[in-house]
């Protein structure tokens, strides 16, 4: 009978149950841990009775006044406001960026437009054409030695010489 009761505990004790011995450690056979078998949570029951202030409490932060009401109406729109204006303004900044972009493009090809321009008056003049028409036309001619007159001016503004003609 002892034989048969030894048997049942080792043959309990390898499976894993109860050997009627209550022990914190148990030898794993294997390279894998067992499985815990986890307590299932008791469903139904009494449920436990809270004291009256605690109670008392709870009711409280459920219950919400009138004041604590308007608080808060008064908060989301105060909040959406300032969402509002924030989207207007990040709008308004958007719509100035492209503005400003444009601007720069259109300046862009102006000063191009007006480069070509200018290429194009400075290519078609033709100064021997020009020195032929002020010496033989209009009668200029060179300056003489004499005629040529140089100035200092001691501060770097402009100047201008007027001649004692009446003028």
Do not use: W
């Not at 841990?33 to 436990?48: E, K, S, T």
Request: proline share 2%; hydrophobic share 35%; net charge positive.
């Amino acid at each position: 009978m002892s034989q048969n009761r030894r048997n049942y505990r080792q043959a309990a004790y390898e499976k894993g149950g109860d050997t009627g011995r209550r022990t914190e450690y148990a030898y794993n056979y294997g390279n894998t841990a067992r499985r815990l078998q986890v307590r299932p949570r008791r469903q139904g029951g009494p449920a436990p009775v809270a004291e009256p202030v605690v109670r008392k409490n709870r009711d409280k932060a459920r219950h919400m006044n009138l004041g604590y009401v308007l608080f808060l109406a008064a908060a989301m729109c105060t909040a959406a406001l300032v969402l509002v204006n924030y989207i207007q303004l990040q709008a308004e900044l958007t719509n100035q960026i492209k503005d400003v972009a444009a601007k720069e493009s259109q300046l862009n090809s102006l000063k191009l437009s007006n480069d070509e321009e200018y290429n194009r008056i400075m290519s078609s003049i033709d100064l021997e054409e020009i020195k032929r028409i002020a010496i033989g036309e209009l009668g200029m001619t060179y300056a003489q030695e004499g005629q040529v007159i140089l100035y200092q001016n001691e501060t770097n503004d402009y100047m201008r010489r007027a001649e004692g003609n009446g003028q």
